[in-house]
Structures are given as structure tokens and as C-alpha cells.
């Protein structure tokens, strides 16, 4: 997983190209996106194939979208913008960019000029010459605030990776490469993005997500919208990321699971207590033991039928709807079944 390319962060000229989507989440930038448009078209002026970028402001309540307009108003028709009703958050900015991206590739990226769009050409053509489905950036050499930002995010991309098995250097960078046809199958919600990668991973095979070092600048604009009250945060999608990636199609295991820990410590408690009432006579209808026993049992049968309620909530999403519980990558043959040649049996008289 951490196969990563250290080369010289320069514009590496592309040998290979695909229809490009830039999509750039924006709140409270108008300092920044006029510099940050004009840094995209110098970084992506030699591109090979057709770009665009996207810009979604997400209820911006200073001159952000003023500033867009007056670009796209100097002859910037490559650049389209999306205004959300209210501020929405980070996580549904970015998804609102990537529904309306219409690339074969997909970057996304932070409107504060921290990530440098320099280094898209190089990302983009190492995608698609190693046929991978995500590159993430690694800011190696950061340049931010060691206790505030630097230690919590170290802690955080470690405990991320361990839980969720996708072991990456920076979760935390917004500037990703995707393939669209992998990124267009995951919906992201509440303040998700951060886990993208882990996501992806329950789409394609974590062999096919690699990282690449990338050059990261101090912010010049504006103030930062992060910082270490996020930490709580972060925790609960956490925990919330390990369910799907590990039960969600099949919930009554995590349920069960539970459910047979507190049925099986409830059994033996309330088997302790009938054999030392048999065997030595003691009473044991006073005993605070004899209450846990029976909750634990108690409990443990409301998380086995939890467990099978979930399940049957599972099975008619799946069957109600046209969601499958797998994912093609491509198949050899034309769409449609009637389509697929036979294997014929050998005719009568006729060598097989």
C-alpha cells in the first residue's frame, strides 16, 4: 500500500490523457480562488486531452462567488460553477462537484492554494499508466502547525489505517486523482471525505490505491476552517466507516457478534449460581449476580433478533432495488445475456 514515487515535483509532461474534472470544494476563499484559477490553467495549459473545472461553492458568505463570476466573465468557459443553497459542509461540496464532473478522471483538491495543481499532470498520468482507481497525495513535507494539525494527523492516519486496513501516509490530503467509474459508485455523507480511500476499498481492491508525494504550501489566504475540536469527530465516522466497510452487507454478524459475548457471560453466570445453589444450598435470590445474569441474557436476545431485523432490512435493499453486492470491473463479452455465444454439443456423426 505504501508504494510511493518520490520524483522531482515538476511538470512532468504527460504521456498519456483522458477527458479531466477538477473539482475544488470553496467557503470563504474570495482571496484565494482568483490566484487558485490562474495556477490550474498555467499547470494544466499543456494538457493532452479536454479538462474542465469545478467549482462548488458551498454558502460562501463573503466575495467567493463574486470573484468566479468575473472569471468566468474574462473568458473562462472551462470553468463551471455550482452555488449551494446553504453551507453544506466539505463532504457534500465535494460530492456535489464529483456528480456533476463529467471527466473520465477526477481531482479534487482545497481552494486554499495549499495542494499545488502542478502536480496533477504527473498524478493523472501515473493513474493511467499503472491502471490504478485512486492516487493519493502525501504532503510530506508539510507546512503547518506541529501540535495543532501535524501530531493529530499523524495519530489519525495510523488509526485509520489500522482499523480500516488501507494503510496510507496523509488521509487527510484533498488533492486525490480517481477513476470516475469508481468514484461515481460511492455516496458520501456527513463529513466523510476524509475516509475516501477507505471507502474505495469496499469498491476495488486496495492494490488498485496508491499515494504519491506531493509539494504543500503555508496558507497565504484567509484562516483555516480545521482544527483539533474536529478529533471527536473524526472518531465517531470512524467507527461508523468499520461497520459498512465490515458489515454492511451483512449486519447480523455485528449484531451476533455482540449478542453472543453477552449471552455467552450471562449463561455462565447464571450456571455458577444454579450450581452453588444445588451443590452448597446458598441462597441466591438476594445476589446482585443473579440480576447481571439475566439482563445479559436478556440483552443479548434483543441484539440476535437487532441482528435479524437488520438482515431482512438488507436483503429487501438489495432485492427491492437495482443495488448488487458486487461490483464489475469489465467483462469480455458484449452487454446482454442473449448476446453470449454457447458452448454447442457435438452433432451426431461429427468429430467432437
Keep these: 500500500m505504501n508504494d510511493v514515487?518520490?520524483?522531482?515535483?515538476?511538470?512532468?509532461p504527460v504521456t498519456e490523457a483522458c477527458p479531466l474534472s477538477v473539482v475544488v470544494p470553496l467557503y470563504n476563499e474570495e482571496e484565494s480562488v482568483g490566484p487558485l484559477i490562474t495556477t490550474i490553467n498555467k499547470a494544466l495549459k499543456d494538457y493532452a486531452a479536454s479538462w474542465e473545472l469545478v467549482l462548488v461553492d458551498d454558502g460562501s458568505n463573503d466575495n467567493t462567488v463574486a470573484v468566479v463570476r468575473k472569471s468566468l466573465e474574462a473568458g473562462n468557459a472551462h470553468v463551471h460553477l455550482i452555488q449551494l443553497q446553504r453551507n453544506f459542509g466539505q463532504t457534500a461540496a465535494m460530492q456535489a462537484g464529483i456528480d456533476h464532473a463529467r471527466g473520465d478522471v477526477i481531482v479534487t483538491m482545497d481552494g486554499d492554494l495549499q495542494n499545488d495543481p502542478i502536480d496533477i499532470?504527473?498524478?493523472?498520468?501515473r493513474l493511467l499508466r499503472e491502471d490504478l482507481d485512486l492516487l493519493s497525495g502525501w504532503r510530506k513535507d508539510r507546512h503547518d502547525n506541529l501540535v495543532m494539525r501535524k501530531i493529530p494527523s499523524?495519530?489519525?492516519?495510523?488509526?485509520?489505517?489500522?482499523?480500516t486496513g488501507v494503510r496510507l501516509h496523509d488521509y487527510g490530503c484533498s488533492l486525490k486523482v480517481y477513476r470516475a467509474t469508481v468514484i461515481k459508485n460511492i455516496r458520501l455523507y456527513g463529513e466523510?471525505?476524509?475516509?475516501?480511500?477507505?471507502?474505495?476499498?469496499?469498491?476495488?481492491?486496495p492494490l488498485r490505491i496508491k499515494e504519491e508525494v506531493v509539494k504543500h504550501?503555508?496558507?497565504?489566504?484567509?484562516?483555516?476552517k480545521y482544527g483539533i475540536s474536529?478529533?471527536?469527530?473524526?472518531?465517531?465516522?470512524?467507527?461508523?466507516?468499520?461497520?459498512?466497510m465490515r458489515f454492511r452487507a451483512r449486519p447480523g454478524h455485528?449484531?451476533?457478534r455482540i449478542g453472543l459475548v453477552m449471552g455467552g457471560l450471562g449463561g455462565l453466570i447464571l450456571t455458577y449460581l444454579v450450581f452453588i445453589k444445588l451443590v452448597f444450598g446458598e441462597q441466591i435470590g438476594s445476589r446482585p449476580l443473579l440480576l447481571l445474569g439475566?439482563?445479559?441474557?436478556?440483552?443479548?436476545?434483543?441484539?440476535?433478533?437487532?441482528?435479524?431485523?437488520?438482515?431482512?432490512?438488507?436483503?429487501?435493499?438489495?432485492?427491492?432495488s437495482d443495488t448488487r453486492p458486487y461490483i464489475l470491473t469489465q467483462r469480455s463479452q458484449a452487454e446482454g445475456d442473449d448476446d453470449l455465444p454457447w458452448k454447442l454439443p457435438p452433432q451426431a456423426g461429427s468429430p467432437e
Aim: charged content about 15%; hydrophobic content about 50%.
Design 294 to 320: 439475566v439482563l445479559l441474557v436478556v440483552v443479548s436476545i434483543q441484539f440476535f433478533t437487532t441482528g435479524i431485523m437488520s438482515e431482512m432490512m438488507t436483503r429487501t435493499y438489495y432485492e427491492s
Design 154 to 163: 499523524r495519530i489519525a492516519n495510523r488509526l485509520i489505517g489500522s482499523i
Design 121 to 125: 499532470p504527473r498524478m493523472v498520468a
Design 192 to 205: 466523510m471525505h476524509r475516509f475516501i480511500p477507505a471507502w474505495v476499498a469496499t469498491n476495488t481492491s
Design 217 to 224: 504550501h503555508a496558507r497565504q489566504y484567509g484562516e483555516s
Design 5 to 12: 514515487t518520490e520524483k522531482s515535483v515538476v511538470n512532468a
Design 230 to 244: 474536529r478529533a471527536y469527530r473524526v472518531l465517531l465516522d470512524l467507527m461508523f466507516v468499520y461497520f459498512f
Design 254 to 256: 455485528f449484531f451476533g
